[in-house]
């Protein structure tokens, strides 16, 4: 993340995002695959790790060492073929946009740090500073309730982020900067996409 200044002066902050370049590695339609979609190649491996059958299948694309291998779904699946390149030119400043990513996997934590619990009493001897408390019920239902916070692992789930502004395009570089933060680490992969229903 950073920071710019509109016209106005405003204090903007922004995340930096490489989108690109994305190669098209297969055109799925609906009568060959039952749906319309098109598989997108982006960053780079070495080729040593990417095993026989998946070479041959990336080759048609005129290359072989894709990082990262995602879906998107077109509706018109014709107008691409393999081995086409998507820019950062595709999106437009201003425009409004939906972040898919990964959040940051924090482990196995307690409920303080996973649900924002404030805490039990630090003084008169309590002995119940970071616990859940009670968690049962009494004689009925004597059980504990689906979906009750407890402690346990946090992070590391698929967010989606809607209505994300973008604040700048630098095609020379297929940067995107995005206004505030989006899931995941620094060197985490996002998905952004076009919102299926605009208002």
Known sequence: MTSQFTSEGKYIPVTVIQVGPCVVTQVKTT????YNALQLGFGEKSPKSINKPMQ??????????FEVLKEVPVDDPESYKPGQTITAEL??????VEIVGISKGRGFSGVMKRHGFSGGKKTHG????????????????????????????????????????IFDIRP????????????????????????????
């Open 31 to 34: 009568d060959i695959d039952g």
């Open 56 to 65: 041959g299948h990336l080759t048609k694309s005129g290359r072989e060492n």
């Open 91 to 96: 999106f437009g400043v201003g425009e409004r």
């Open 126 to 165: 309590s002995h119940s500073h970071r616990i859940p408390g009670s968690i049962g019920c009494s004689a009925w239902p004597a059980k504990v309730i689906k979906g009750k916070k407890m402690p346990g692992n946090f992070g590391n789930d698929q967010k989606t982020i809607r209505n994300v502004e």
């Open 172 to 199: 020379k570089d297929n940067l995107v900067l995005l206004k505030g933060p989006v899931p995941g680490a620094k060197s985490g992969h996002i998905t952004i996409r076009k919102p299926k229903y605009t208002k």
